[in-house]
């Protein structure tokens, strides 16, 4: 193939075929997206964080550009289009955006109940995906999901940072070290004074409900409440349960137990002040891993410890991860100085940039991302089980084939 060859025509002859295009090897891909070329973005779903993400990408301008915005709200499509290069193309129908053949990667920032279907069809239309976490909305998708995206040679990075930063590689190599000796305990928290869902909200321009339903399986009138707050309904997605869930129980299990899910889960929750939904703002998990047990709590009406922290306990010593870094205290503890003084330390939080430039790189290098979609789907497997074992009332046993091991 010659070195000047048309971008253009690459392109649309590589993506003719779906098997075409899952052939690219990095070679190509560099042909593809020259030294000087910018790799041709488009994204679906772009809400607050999808925005978000906007933004993370536009850190690398010479790097890559957002050349056509999906969503089904237009508010959210005209903010996403002020991010994006002029001229770029807008479409309420992300199948219009696929079919575009100038866009290599997709930006995957819809709400839970569409990452599947948004996820299979960008990859089977020839595109790489940065498709945001939770992987799935229950443990069966996103085993379908991870085996679509490997019949297909797509990049895939799962939206969880924390495989990205600095402060978490750097205290996974601690634990490695067998700094805290053998694990015994694991705890996740999540601590927010939420606000409450307002009893009334309005649309702020065009919303094609219809779409935004979805693969969903139960169909509602307009209502703004699931539109604006779908992450108050099990319709849309597994709660705060899995949304949180997956970030944390990832480090836990990543750190202790090879990347690989929990055996079991136990789970008590209730909804205390986010009245109008159906998922619990107050709940507390405990899960059964091989050698330790590890618990997820979270509170939505209250902050004592703003925001999430993981506590790992070993037998020589104990960690402590949130957004100021992590800590290391040893054992035992001795009265009067609790705690003591720890003996490593590390400041800084879990930014999204390094997440972003791994996805880039890996466009490029056609190597493996930070996060893979066995990655994404182990990390949400815990919480699935989390939310089975609420609703049913007792402890759930994972089967031998719910989760793929890959850490
Ligand atoms: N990695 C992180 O730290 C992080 C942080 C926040 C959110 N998220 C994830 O990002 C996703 C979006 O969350 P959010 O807070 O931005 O929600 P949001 O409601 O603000 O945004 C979702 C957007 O998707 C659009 N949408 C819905 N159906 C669509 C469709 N069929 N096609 C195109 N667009 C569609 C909506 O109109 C909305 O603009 C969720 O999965 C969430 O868990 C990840």
Not at 123 to 143: C, H, L, N, R
Not at 181 to 195: D, H, L, P, S, T
Not at 318 to 336: A, C, H, K, N, S
């Amino acid at each position: 193939m010659s070195e000047n060859i048309n971008r253009r025509r690459f392109i649309t002859t590589a993506g003719a075929s779906i098997t075409g295009a899952s052939l690219l090897t990095a070679k190509s891909y560099a042909r593809v997206i020259g030294a000087n070329e910018r790799i041709q973005l488009g994204i679906i779903g772009s809400g607050g964080r999808g925005r978000s993400l906007m933004n993370e990408f536009r850190k690398f301008p010479d790097r890559c550009e957002f050349i056509a915005v999906c969503d089904v709200y237009e508010p959210n499509i005209n903010a996403a289009l002020k991010l994006s290069r002029e001229g770029a193309k807008s479409t309420m129908d992300y199948r219009e955006l696929l079919a575009d053949k100038d866009i290599v990667a997709i930006v995957n920032g819809t709400p839970d109940h569409w990452h599947s279907n948004v996820l299979l069809d960008s990859v089977a239309a020839g595109k790489d995906v940065y498709t945001e976490k939770p992987f799935s909305y229950s443990i069966e998708q996103g085993a379908k999901m991870v085996k679509g995206v490997r019949e297909k040679k797509q990049i895939v990075q799962v939206g969880m940072q924390r495989r990205s930063s600095e402060a978490v590689r750097g205290a996974k190599k601690l634990v490695e070290d067998g700094v805290l000796g053998e694990i015994v305990m694991a705890r996740a928290q999540w601590y927010w004074n939420r606000k409450p869902m307002p009893a009334k909200l309005q649309l702020q321009g065009k919303l094609d409900w219809e779409r935004f339903q979805g693969p969903a399986k139960k169909r509602y009138p307009l209502d703004e409440r699931r539109f604006f707050h779908w992450r108050n309904f099990s319709d849309y997605n597994g709660g705060h349960m899995t949304d949180q869930g997956t970030h944390l129980m990832d480090v836990i299990q990543w750190f202790c137990n090879d990347g690989n899910p929990p055996r079991s889960a136990v789970c008590q929750g209730m909804i205390h002040a986010h009245k109008g939904g159906d998922v619990p703002d107050t709940f507390s998990a405990v899960f059964e891993y091989p050698t330790f047990l590890a618990s997820w709590t979270l509170c939505y009406s209250n902050s004592f410890e703003d925001s999430w922290k993981i506590t790992i306990q070993g037998r020589k010593a104990t960690m402590v991860l949130d957004d100021d870094g992590y800590r290391i205290f040893p054992e035992p503890w001795q009265r009067p100085e609790i705690p003591p003084k720890p003996i490593h330390e590390y400041k800084g939080g879990i930014p999204t940039k390094p997440h972003v430039e791994n996805f880039l790189d890996c466009i490029k290098s056609r190597q493996e991302p930070n996060a893979p979609v066995e990655v994404g789907h182990n990390a949400v497997t815990g919480p699935h089980l989390a939310n089975m074992a609420l609703r049913q009332q007792k402890r759930v046993v994972l089967q031998s084939n719910g989760a793929i091991a890959k850490a």
